[in-house]
């Protein structure tokens, strides 16, 4: 701060006084009090240069005010990006908690219909293969009771009369059932000649179409051998058009389907889902 500092030499005269004829007091030329003051140039010049630094700073001030309202405002708008980005994720976070707990939901009645009802502890039925919520005179499997009719009828019959009980001529929809019914009624045929079991499938629309009972298409089909169904028109001109399966003990593969004329009769299978 020594370059700032500024000098002064004051010189001070002896005051003097004169009295007057009156006996007033005035001052003589020689009571005059002057005084010299140096400012040496190089403290006008430090001045000079404080005054440029105060200038300076109040231009970085600015700058730096600018910018820090600039940087304010690009926060801001970051933020406001990232509270939509994070309403978004919320969104979706939700949508897919439901699809979840819809899907627990739909796996859950599936693995009731596909799991049996506890034994009833009082009945002594330990193998659960007729659980007490089928009809008396059906048996369970897989989520659904089965019908296996003593009598005799025809396809359109037999179709008729699954309804009238309640359920409708069997629709098979994979190995493991078809391996089921192919077995269950291995056990029930007499070594009689045409005690077979009509099921739920039927090409009477259009030849060598077939379809279920509910309108579906066959997508997985047992047929017996490599030549059935050949639509034989020796016992009936209208030829084959209904669909039956069955052998004596059953089979080893479960491919036991032939098609027959559709006015033969013939036992039946009927299904319903197993009420829970
Ligand atoms: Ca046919
Ligand atoms: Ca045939």
Known sequence: MSEGIVY???????HQQA???DGATTSTVNDATYSEISIPKAGRNQTSTDTNDISNLQTKNTELQILQAAY????TSALMIKKSELQELQVKNKDLQEKERAVRQQNEELRKQRTPPSCPTNTGNNDCSQPM??????????????YFSPDKLTWAQSR?????RGGHLVIIGSLEE???LDQKIGTKIRTVPEDKFWI???DSINENEWLWVDNSSLSTSFWLGDREPDDWNGENPDGEDCARMGEPGGTNDGKSWLDVNCNKTQRRICETKSPL
């Open 8 to 14: 002064a030499d004051v010189k001070f005269k002896k």
């Open 19 to 21: 009295e007057g004829k």
């Open 72 to 75: 304010n405002r690009n926060l």
């Open 133 to 146: 919520n089928c009809a008396e005179g059906w048996e369970y499997y897989g989520g659904k009771c089965y």
């Open 160 to 164: 008729d009369e699954c309804i009238t």
């Open 178 to 180: 078809q391996k089921f």
């Open 200 to 202: 739920g499938l039927t």
